[in-house]
């Protein structure tokens, strides 16, 4: 079924528990590569939170409940292009999505695969499968146990199975499944009689997917190439220079983005006694793929941190500070009054201190954005990460155009303004010139260029590593598109020897 001799690898992807929405637009990011022609087929496989989908074929009189019943009791409703009517996913249910370039052009085939591979694992657990002529599905005895719909674009297809591993069938009491008010509906928990672990059945379903659709298969853990390359492997920091640092932090109870986010260049930084200070918790309220930063319920914030932010610049004795933040869209103006309090506690502590504030986006907030231009640091920064394509893949929650309106907006304000992009993503040269372009055209003066490194085998994986010549190569690039500074190279990071940027004719 796939389309050249790379393609005989799928890339299996295990999203966890991810609500739909967030799920479909990682899902349409990974067609639109496949469709270009920039990554493998790959198999994903995802749980998600309470969610009724209507497919072409359904409509609202499908529900057995109102909308805003169904929103009661923790269910989302969404409409969705796939083929089918209207089924139910939520915690315990498998739900994969096949996205993979078909070779023979034959959606009827590829449907026929889909439903064997699912057949194949029900018969490895002992059940027996049965399939239905004219209605695509799986039962076992008298009652459906997996929904299938799929979809397809340039011969791309997507969507795919849900198959009920131990869900919660009360849910689809609240639905007519598929059309059928008669329809059954059961488990494979329910039908062995016995828990079943969720992870269990998805390695073993990624396996047979393999086996049928003739894949050799690769976790995205293996998708990354096998080493780094030398010009990334650090010496080990020196221990003094990082207790000393951490001392000053651990009594002013402050954290940075260079420990939150695994900054490759923390024993160099803390060493020049130097580091970005991350208000606001440590706790992020985004889902960024890329980023080491935690993904919890925030804390409350705390109101004596601008102050004692200002104690440890002074203490540290810096002559520029950068500041920058979780992502907290749980606040009214996203934390932008923090920004403005600590920038002004600094200045009264030490007027000589120039200060760098790396924003996050505030929910696109204006009156938001306005306290923290009004406020007047001497360099506004807010990262761009990578280019619009892979924005659904890298960046769910966050907005390409949105970004680059901020950077305008404060660069309208006659602020001098700084971004920053990661490269090895994906991104191709084109978009990385037309990236270029968009942050010229919002105003962006200083510019920072860094290799993308994953932080954990949970995060994304580089798909290439980027050579220092290449890295000097884009540096001369945006030079000459009128970029002021620019900062490119492996371990770039946007705060890295930020201090330089602003002091220096050039980096």
């Known amino acids: 079924m796939n389309d050249d001799a790379s393609a005989t690898h799928l890339q299996f992807l295990d999203w966890g528990l991810l609500p739909y929405a967030e799920a479909m637009k990682l899902q349409e990011a990974l067609v639109c590569e496949r469709m270009a022609g920039v990554s493998p087929d790959r198999l994903v496989v995802v749980e998600h939170p309470p969610v009724i989908t209507i497919g072409r074929s359904g409509s609202s009189e499908d529900l057995r409940e109102p909308e805003e019943a169904l929103k009661r009791r923790g269910a989302s409703l969404f409409r969705v292009d796939r083929g089918g009517m209207t089924t139910f996913h939520g915690p315990g249910q498998l739900v994969a999505y096949p996205i993979v370039k078909l070779k023979v052009k034959d959606l009827h085939l590829y449907l026929k695969m889909l439903l064997d591979a699912v057949s194949a694992l029900l018969c490895g657990y002992g059940l027996v499968p049965e399939l239905k002529s004219g209605r695509p599905g799986v039962w076992t005895g008298s009652a459906k146990i997996a929904s299938v719909g799929i979809a397809v674009r340039s011969w791309v297809a997507y969507h795919g199975i849900a198959l009920n591993v131990n869900t919660d069938l009360h849910w689809f009491d609240a639905i007519t499944p598929c059309g059928n008010p008669d329809e059954k509906i059961t488990s494979m928990e329910r039908e062995l009689g016995r828990p079943l672990e969720l992870a269990e059945v998805k390695d073993r379903f990624g396996q047979i997917f393999c086996r049928v659709f003739g894949y050799s298969m690769r976790q995205e853990s293996d998708n990354r190439p096998n080493e780094r390359p030398p010009w990334l492997v650090l010496p080990a920091p020196k221990s003094e220079a990082m207790e000393k640092m951490a001392e000053v ?109 790396l924003v996050p986006d505030f929910g696109g907030s204006l009156p938001a954005l306005h306290q923290v231009c009004e406020a007047r640091p001497e360099v506004f920064g807010h990262n761009l990460e990578t280019v619009a394509r892979l924005y659904p893949l890298v960046r769910p929650g966050a907005v390409y155009e949105r970004s680059l309106r901020i950077l305008e907006y404060a660069s309208g304000r006659g602020l001098v303004v700084k971004s920053g992009l990661m490269l090895g993503l994906g991104e191709t040269e084109c978009e990385l010139l037309e990236t270029m372009g968009d942050l010229r055209r919002a105003g962006c003066s200083f510019l920072t260029l860094g290799q993308y490194l994953p932080p954990s085998e949970d995060h994304l994986p580089v798909a290439r590593y980027v050579s220092p010549r290449e890295f000097e190569q884009w540096a001369e690039i945006g030079r000459s598109r009128g970029f002021e500074r620019v900062a490119a190279g492996p371990l770039v990071r946007s705060s890295y020897h930020a201090e330089e940027m602003i002091s220096q004719p050039g980096t």
């Open 249 to 357: 932090l651990s009594h002013h109870r402050l954290g940075t983005v260079c420990e939150d986010a695994n900054c490759p260049n923390i024993g160099e930084c803390f060493g020049r006694g130097t580091a970005t200070f991350m208000i606001l918790g440590g706790a992020c309220t985004r889902r960024c793929r890329f980023c080491a930063v935690g993904k919890t319920v925030p804390d409350p914030v705390d109101m004596e941190e601008p102050e004692r932010v200002a104690r440890a610049v002074e203490q540290l004795r810096l002559k520029h500070a950068v500041i920058t933040s979780v992502t907290r869209d749980d606040l009214p103006d996203g934390g932008a009054r923090y920004f403005v309090s600590t920038l002004e506690r600094i200045r009264k502590r030490c007027p000589t201190v120039s200060v760098e504030l």
